[in-house]
């Protein structure tokens, strides 16, 4: 398992929480109950004994409802292993709210466990500020004569700062004590804003409005002085909305603090996307996942087809244009920033101020789109249209031009559709930033160059299907997880996909394995995350790389000795006091077949958890590089109706004919399905209107079918049904898609 809290030193706890999980514990000696939780790495409790332990990091914190709840023995594994890594970042804490002499206790009646409860437990439900009983934003900015901004009669209150503190202690109860930002050298801001929360400030000298957030550990400003602040960290920066809203006192010392701290964030950035050896360019016709997937991996990497208004509508051809949804009402204003700022503000209310896309380097895109949001866009030259769709980083086209990039990193690839509903001068700065080592020639051209490593011929071990009537018995031979990831060959120096096309991970990733080896096994963000992985594992330099840990199966350099000893070698560098033991690198779990039923049953718990299914290896097999019968994969797919509504012409050797039934789901969604069509049926398929059935493995978080494949034509339905399939074979998110 890729989960350090599963696990300690042999040490299971006595009850098990996924990273979100929580259950409700009953205090001894009263009849109070409090809240355990998981988050990430750390455990939460409600009570007034986990909250106040100030001088201790979060993940070194227990309680009595922790040890009642996990065991004692576990806990003190879990604060043992803790421990050993808490130095730098509990001084870091220590440091920074230094609340000794500050306690928020002076407006408590009381600090029992029955009056601390409520505050707490509210506050910890999924790690978000307490329930706030306080005024609004116009009623708590002290000091200022424009807090209210005009929604309310402006009453001045001249106070002298130091009494700024009174204010603050009005909302004392709601502080988080282990804040960083709460106090900084003693001072306290004029207002206090938990991480997320936002406050709406006026501008002094015209009508505009900005919004102020606090993410994480910044604070944020919608204004155009905070956001062309191009040189400057996001920790390190402020304007006068900001002092004006948490005090000229309070920002001069967490800009002191920060500036302390930034000199290697900094660098750390911009060497992130280290990208020298990346980059065939030749066109892929298959995607790299499991080869029964080749032509469905294709459609779940693309956007969904939404019924959008056409690409004239949406396709920017100006500054102005882009909004298209209203009649445009250009404000050019007698403000002297840039012409591009009238477009941004225009839009101030939707756009995400933590969003590192948002403005690259004082460029902002013609059009800004949030995580999730798709664009239609025609082509100049013919009658196709594309799909633009911002995934977390990235940008993604659904013309060939994008996807046969084959030798830039997913976030760091263009096309003529991208440059033209973005901005050519926006998109240059986004590839510089993503692709530091390979910019110029992704921005100059849409077939950029090779960043400088060609195709690798790689070969690997490939499953057969196991048939649950006609296929081996089973008995004794290892069972494992299939994995929801992406196949992954290490070669002792980089990481390539099973058709040999090169995976970009950090160089601290890489650094964690050995170089005289060759590894076979899965790049791997968790069940149900496959489209996460799929993102992630694409890009060059992206931080949800830590979201990605090496799951391997197999060692290819010694593929002459019998399965058994090669996972014995696999202990010996990645197991339990190995020389490569780490976190990042997990080997994969195998246990003996009994029997049939025995596999079943495995496959119906795997799949209960939201994994994909099973493979079946052969005891004493060796390593073939090729497709196999020593290894089975077992999966569950499901069968449901859809109506045909068009056709998707084909490519390639379809060309011609029909690549694809463009179908609606009972539920209106649509999809399209390729996989399956005979080329007789190709070259006349079911007509619009007809009922097909379809076979799938599990929904995407789009609540459209994974893998689609044609199964039939139903002759006597005139309506689709959809299937009926548990939750856990439903999209999942897992970071923003």
């Known amino acids: 398992m890729s989960d350090s809290l599963a696990e300690i030193n042999g040490i299971k706890p006595n009850v098990y929480l996924a990273d979100g999980d929580e259950k409700e514990v009953g205090s001894k000696t009263s009849n109070s109950k409090y809240k355990c939780k998981r988050a990430l790495d750390h455990y939460y409790c409600t009570c007034p004994a986990w909250r106040n332990q100030k001088g201790v990091p979060t993940e070194s914190r227990t309680c009595k409802h922790l040890k009642e709840l996990l065991g004692d023995k576990y806990e003190a594994a879990r604060l043992a292993l803790k421990s050993t890594g808490t130095n730098d970042t509990g001084s870091s804490q220590k440091k920074a709210p230094v609340s000794k002499s500050k306690t928020p206790a002076k407006k408590r009646k009381k600090v029992d466990e029955e009056e601390d409860e409520e505050a707490a437990g509210d506050e910890n439900e999924d790690e978000k500020p307490a329930k706030k009983t306080r005024k609004k934003a116009t009623d708590t900015k002290p000091t200022s004569t424009r807090s209210a901004r005009g929604k309310k009669k402006v009453e001045p209150e001249p106070e002298p700062e130091p009494k700024d503190e009174d204010v603050e202690e009005e909302e004392a109860a709601e502080v988080d004590t282990n804040d960083e930002l709460a106090v900084i050298g003693g001072i306290k801001p004029k207002v206090y804003l938990a991480d997320g929360d936002e406050r709406e400030v006026g501008s002094k000298t015209s009508n505009s409005k900005y919004k102020c957030k606090r993410a994480l550990g910044h604070y944020y400003c919608t204004c155009p002085a905070w956001r062309n602040q191009k040189g400057v960290p996001t920790e390190s920066r402020t304007c006068k909305h900001l002092k004006e809203l948490l005090g000229d006192k309070y920002e001069a010392a967490r800009l002191a603090l920060k500036d302390a701290g930034t000199d290697n964030a900094g660098s750390s950035q911009s060497k992130a996307p280290v990208s020298k050896s990346k980059t065939p360019s030749k066109k892929r016709k298959k995607v790299d996942e499991d080869e029964d997937e080749d032509d469905a991996e294709e459609e779940d990497e693309k956007p969904a087809k939404k019924t959008r208004k056409n690409a004239a509508d949406t396709k920017p051809t100006s500054t102005r244009s882009a909004r298209g949804k209203k009649t445009a009402e250009p404000e050019p204003g007698p403000e002297s920033e840039p012409k591009e700022e009238d477009v941004e503000m225009e839009d101030s209310a939707e756009v995400d ?385």
Request: charged share 30%; net charge neutral.
């Open 353 to 737: 101020a933590s969003d590192e896309l948002a403005i690259i380097d004082g460029n902002k895109p013609k059009v800004y789109m949030k995580d999730g949001d798709t664009r239609e866009v025609s082509s100049q030259s013919s009658s196709s249209k594309y799909n633009v769709k911002r995934t977390w980083d990235h940008y993604y086209c659904t013309c060939p031009a994008w996807r046969n990039q084959g030798g830039a990193p997913t976030n760091a690839r263009t096309c003529k559709h991208l440059k033209e509903l973005l901005g050519e001068k926006y998109e240059i700065a986004r590839i510089t930033l993503k692709n530091p080592e390979g910019a110029a020639a992704a921005a100059a051209s849409s077939k950029p160059k090779s960043a400088g490593s060609a195709k690798k011929s790689v070969e690997v071990l490939l499953a057969n299907k196991w048939d649950l009537e006609t296929g081996a018995d089973p008995t004794g031979w290892w069972i494992s997880e299939k994995l929801d990831g992406v196949r992954t060959f290490y070669d002792g120096e980089g990481m390539y996909s099973r058709l040999g096309n090169p995976f970009t991970p950090p160089k601290w990733f890489l650094d964690k394995l050995p170089k005289d080896v060759t590894l076979d096994g899965e790049l791997f963000g968790g069940r149900s995350k496959f489209q996460d992985t799929v993102s992630i594992v694409k890009t060059s330099g992206s931080p949800h790389w830590k979201n990605i840990a090496f799951h391997i199966f197999d060692i290819p350099s010694s593929a002459s000795l019998p399965f058994e000893e090669r996972m014995d070698k696999l202990k010996e560098l990645f197991g339990s006091g190995g020389e490569f033991a780490c976190p990042e690198v997990v080997i994969v779990e195998h246990e003996e077949a009994k029997d049939k039923d025995h596999v079943l049953e495995k496959l119906k718990e795997i799949e209960g958890l939201g994994g994909e299914g099973l493979m079946l290896r052969k005891p004493g097999s060796v390593y073939e590089p090729k497709r196999s019968s020593t290894l089975l994969k077992i999966k569950t797919f499901y069968d449901a109706e859809a109506k045909v509504t068009g056709y998707a012409d084909g490519k390639g050797k379809h060309k011609g004919a029909t690549g694809a039934l463009i179908c609606v789901m009972e539920s209106g969604k649509t999809f399209n399905v390729g996989t399956g069509l005979s080329d007789k049926q190709r070259k006349n398929p079911p007509k619009i209107g007809a009922i097909i059935v379809y076979r799938f493995q599990e929904l995407t978080r789009d609540g459209v079918p994974r893998f689609p494949s044609f199964i039939g034509e139903e002759i006597d339905k005139t309506e689709a049904k959809d299937a009926e399939i548990p939750e856990h074979r439903k999209g999942v998110t897992g970071g923003d898609d």
